[in-house]
């Protein structure tokens, strides 16, 4: 698994305590830009999976996942100065975001997601995707202009980059 080209490891790690920055400018930001809810650009939850994903995988050998993951918070990505950082022990993970300081200090430095480590495992099917593997006797097609108007409706103004859905189902 290749880690994001976004992320740089800082420095050598220290008590198997490893840190990785990336800037909220620039290419994070123009990747998420069409991401909006409430009128603010906001970092996507899938956002926070990648970071630890591509952090992880590069400090730790072995098939490993996410489990327990915690979104404590949404963040905005119209901080002026804001960087990301995601910090990656054995057993678990956090992104934290700040401000920079002249010295590169992150100030105002809050968890927004977290989550532990674990060995891989065989992943079991989710309730739909059993109904799925039956016929989808239960499922409707849904209409996905509709879905995306009751969005928007709800202040998630997802722009063209975040309108990837062509097929939604729900039923009972």
Do not use: K
């Not at 920055?21 to 939850?45: E, F, K, Q, T």
């Not at 926070?48 to 905005?76: C, K, M, N, W």
């Amino acid at each position: 698994v290749e880690p994001s080209p976004l992320l740089r490891q800082h420095g050598p790690s220290s008590n198997a305590v490893h840190l990785f920055r990336l800037p909220a400018s620039g290419m994070l930001h123009a990747l998420v830009a069409d991401h909006v809810v409430h009128g603010r650009v906001i970092l996507p939850g899938s956002a926070y999976l990648e970071l630890a994903r591509g952090a992880v995988h590069s400090v730790l050998t072995g098939d490993t996942s996410l489990r327990g993951v915690i979104f404590l918070q949404p963040l905005s990505m119209e901080t002026p100065g804001l960087r990301l950082d995601c910090v990656v022990t054995s057993e678990q993970y956090e992104v934290r975001a700040g401000e920079v300081d002249g010295a590169g200090s992150l100030l105002n430095e809050l968890v927004y997601c977290s989550g532990a480590i674990a060995p891989q495992t065989q992943l079991s099917l989710l309730p739909w995707e059993c109904a799925l593997s039956r016929g989808g006797q239960h499922l409707q097609a849904a209409d996905v202009s509709a879905l995306y108007g009751s969005f928007d409706a709800a202040g998630l103004q997802y722009g063209p980059g975040f309108r990837t859905l062509d097929l939604a189902w729900g039923g009972d």
